[in-house]
T-cell receptor, first 113, second 114 residues
């Protein structure tokens, strides 16, 4: 089955700097890659996603890039702010998988003033 | 819309006790999922359902059971609770099981088994 690895497990950045989280996946049939943000004690919420027919997608300060050949995708957060502090999860899914996601283990991002 | 709701928010069980975690969604979603999240870990799929009357095992189904008698409800049953089942449980739903549909999560149930 699909296996998703996520790095780093923790990331500390100064406010205003950029943060990058990388995920690799094993199954070349995966074609949908969402990113979820989970604030402390809260539920995961989708922040951005990318499909396999697109190489990059941007939404204000966050962007996701996908390299299908290398089977990895990354989340980029620019101009980080304290409210970006959270755990971020990547996931991968494929057609005919009944919408099941394989999640990465998560990255704890801490933005320090 | 309330979205995905879960009850209870917190629960402490003794070893060997049983309980049902409730999950309801009002978005008319066909697909529903149960995950567990252990401290510092990602989300592991326990069971999922593609519609009323249809359920299937996920990655970590042992010790759990589910049912789906209606589109709205997807309860998770724990029989003979064990300390290894201490975790936060999230229910999620999506409109269909297409590979590119957002999953909406409930607020979670924090379960401790002592």
């Amino acid at each position: 089955g699909e296996n998703v690895e996520q790095h780093p497990s923790t990331l500390s950045v100064q406010e205003g700097d950029s943060a990058v989280i990388k995920c690799t996946y094993s199954d070349s049939a995966s074609n949908y890659f969402p990113w979820y943000k989970q604030e402390l004690g809260k539920r995961p919420q989708l922040i951005i996603d990318i499909r396999s027919n697109v190489g990059e997608k941007k939404d204000q300060r966050i962007a996701v890039t996908l390299n299908k050949t290398a089977k990895h995708f990354s989340l980029h957060i620019t101009e980080t702010q304290p409210e970006d502090s959270a755990v971020y999860f990547c996931a991968a899914s494929m057609t005919d998988s009944w919408g099941k996601f394989q999640f990465g283990a998560g990255t704890q991002v801490v933005v320090t003033p | 819309n309330a979205g995905v709701t879960q009850t209870p928010k917190f629960r402490i069980l003794k070893i060997g006790q049983s309980m049902t975690l409730q999950c309801t969604q009002d978005m008319n979603h066909n697909y529903m999922y149960w995950y567990r999240q252990d401290p510092g870990m990602g989300l592991k799929l326990i069971y999922y359902s593609v519609g009323a009357g249809i359920t299937d095992k996920g990655e970590v189904p042992n010790g759990y059971n589910v049912s789906r008698s209606t589109t709205e409800d997807f309860p998770l049953r724990l029989e003979l609770a064990a300390p290894s089942q201490t975790s936060v449980y999230f229910c999620a739903s999506s409109y269909s099981g297409g590979s590119d549909n957002e999953q909406f999560f409930g607020p979670g149930t924090r379960l401790t088994v002592l």
